[in-house]
């Protein structure tokens, strides 16, 4: 939808789309968005996820994904460089446009299932349960235990990065799963 270009002060130097500073400026302005220095000093994205009307989930998810940009300042006396972040480049895209031609095309089976969660065990898409998109592992109620005795599984994923395992949901067959972080 739109592509966007901000320094480390969040500062706009382009920006397409016409909604994209408002929805950035919205992103920014949220407590829970910080962008620290020491997390940025990577070549690690950031993505984050909202909901695209804030009174209605039933409108989707949007996804902001960020790609830092680091300048390599040397170290006096030293042949090693230390990264400094710069800015971002970015862009806005309407997640449930992203499963529908990348994620559900994947589902052969009626018994396969694909699911997103994001690094705060947030569920963003389920293609079987879209009833349970934007709950959180770490609220889980009776309905959540009803049918996941633990999230432990949910929770190895998040702090493991990728790898793949067996897991088993009541109700239905034991499943073989693989994961990788986007």
């Not at 407590?31 to 020491?38: A, E």
């Not at 996804?63 to 006396?77: A, M, R, S």
């Not at 990264?83 to 396969?112: A, C, H, R």
């Amino acid at each position: 939808k739109s592509i966007f270009v901000v320094n480390h002060d969040k500062n706009y130097f382009y920006s397409s789309g016409a909604s994209v500073s408002d929805t950035i400026r919205s992103v920014f302005s949220k407590q829970s968005v910080v962008f620290n220095q020491d997390k940025f000093e990577s070549d690690k994205w950031f993505t984050y996820t909202y909901l695209l009307d804030d009174a209605n989930i039933e409108k989707g998810l949007g996804i902001i994904l960020f790609v830092p940009i680091n300048k390599n300042i040397p170290i006096p006396g030293m042949s090693k460089s230390k990264k400094k972040l710069v800015g971002f480049v970015g862009f806005i895209t309407d997640l449930n446009q992203l499963t529908t031609e990348y994620i559900e095309p994947v589902n052969l089976m009626d018994s396969w299932s694909s699911w997103i969660m994001d690094g705060d065990g947030r569920l963003l898409y389920h293609s079987n349960h879209p009833e349970m998109i934007y709950r959180e592992i770490s609220t889980n109620n009776a309905e959540c235990i009803y049918c996941h005795k633990t999230f432990d599984l949910e929770n190895s994923i998040i702090k493991s990065g990728s790898g793949s395992g067996v897991y088993s949901v009541r109700g239905e067959p034991t499943k073989i799963m693989s994961f990788v972080p986007i």
